[in-house]
């Protein structure tokens, strides 16, 4: 800004002299300098809202202002010079006031970060919350993980594709053990505290895939198996629940017995025989042709059998 001042006003008729003179027209040039610097800075500050911060280099640093939506309040910076590696952050609150003080930066970085020491206690790191609230890891702003911060019985517990987990890992989805040629497995602990041993399950080479679908009810005594169908299901039965068996009641008087088994007779079935009679006899028996087109075997004693005599059969069939 270039201040012009009309020195043809003053003359040494009013009684000023020129070293007089000249120091009021220095005077008023600052005056005027200072004024006009000072309005323009109010101006700009008005109509930008913008503050430019300039050292003796050309460029500035400039802090701005919202265009829109402001509300008015003060920031109240900390008294003392921070350390290195510190940020600010708002500590307290009032009413159109912010306090700023130095902090720890205490953060994870994206690419890592080192910790001194891992751990919940004072002085450690820990990557979680520190109140009674869920820890939630998402991708693609879908939840994936949480990790229950609630207070309760069910504080702790991990979900994985469930919002709600009802166990210490709760898995919402399928779960897949992968390999890299070797087969992996699913490992049962034994139940002692000091105990390395325990109980796996794996998988053999497959040339597709195999679902089993388990009984909805337990067995209903004891010694029961589990058995399977084509289709995968399993159910319980007890051990000879498929072993065709039955006690045959022959005619009296004969000598040959003709056994209908009631089920296929397949190649390689074998048929186990044996007398029940009164005591103080014995009877020989044996097997002396196998129908499998009609599904039955007939049976040659040593003796005609009477009225009291049984034959008691079993088919065992291959596998």
Same mark, same amino acid.
């Given at each position: 800004m270039t201040t012009t001042i009309p020195l043809y006003i003053f003359t040494t008729t009013h009684g000023v002299t020129m070293h007089q003179l000249r120091v009021i027209v220095y005077l008023i040039g600052l005056f005027v300098l200072v004024c006009g610097t000072?309005?323009?800075?109010? $101006?700009?500050?008005?109509?930008?809202?913008?503050l430019n911060l300039? @050292?003796?280099?050309?460029s500035t640093i400039s802090l701005s202002l919202p265009q829109t939506g402001v509300t008015g309040y003060t920031m109240l910076l900390p008294a003392q010079q921070g350390s290195a590696g510190q940020v600010l952050t708002v500590s307290t609150v009032t009413t159109g006031q912010s306090t700023l003080t130095w902090a720890d930066a205490a953060y994870w970085g994206l690419a890592g970060s080192a910790i001194i020491k #891992? #751990? /919940?206690a004072a002085g450690e790191q820990y990557l979680g919350t520190s109140n009674e609230q869920d820890v939630i890891i998402a991708s693609n702003g879908v939840?994936?993980?949480r990790i229950n911060?609630? &207070?309760?019985?069910?504080?702790?517990? =991990?979900?994985?594709?469930? %919002? /709600? +987990? @009802? $166990?210490?890992?709760?898995?919402?989805?399928?779960?897949?053990?992968?390999?890299?040629? /070797?087969s992996t497995e699913l490992r *049962? &602990?034994?139940? *002692?505290?000091? #105990?390395?041993?325990?109980? &796996? *399950?794996?998988?053999?080479?497959?040339?597709?895939?195999?679902?089993?679908?388990?009984?909805?009810? &337990?067995?209903d005594t004891d010694g029961m198996v589990l058995t399977g169908s084509p289709t995968g299901d399993l159910q319980w039965r007890k051990p000879l629940s498929d072993v065709r068996r039955g006690i045959f009641i022959p005619a009296v008087g004969a000598f040959v017995?003709?056994? +209908?088994?009631?089920?296929?007779?397949?190649?390689?079935? =074998? +048929?186990?025989?044996? !007398? !029940? @009679? +009164?005591?103080?006899?014995t009877i020989g028996l044996s097997?002396? $042709?196998?129908?499998?087109? @009609?599904?039955?075997?007939?049976?040659?004693? %040593?003796?005609?059998?009477?009225?009291?005599?049984?034959?008691a059969w079993m088919l065992v069939r291959p596998n």
């Open positions: 000072a309005l323009d800075s109010r $101006a700009q500050s008005q109509t930008t809202g913008t300039r @050292n003796t280099q050309p #891992g #751990g /919940t939840e994936r993980l911060g609630a &207070a309760g019985a069910r504080q702790g517990f =991990i979900g994985l594709g469930t %919002s /709600t +987990p @009802n $166990a210490p890992i709760d898995l919402g989805a399928t779960v897949l053990l992968s390999n890299s040629g /070797t *049962f &602990a034994e139940p *002692f505290a000091s #105990g390395t041993n325990y109980t &796996a *399950f794996r998988s053999r080479e497959q040339t597709q895939d195999i679902t089993y679908t388990l009984p909805g009810v &337990a067995p017995h003709v056994i +209908p088994v009631g089920t296929d007779i397949t190649s390689g079935s =074998i +048929p186990l025989i044996t !007398m !029940m @009679n +009164p005591a103080g006899t097997i002396t $042709a196998i129908d499998d087109v @009609n599904d039955t075997f007939t049976v040659e004693t %040593s003796v005609p059998l009477g009225a009291a005599d049984r034959i």
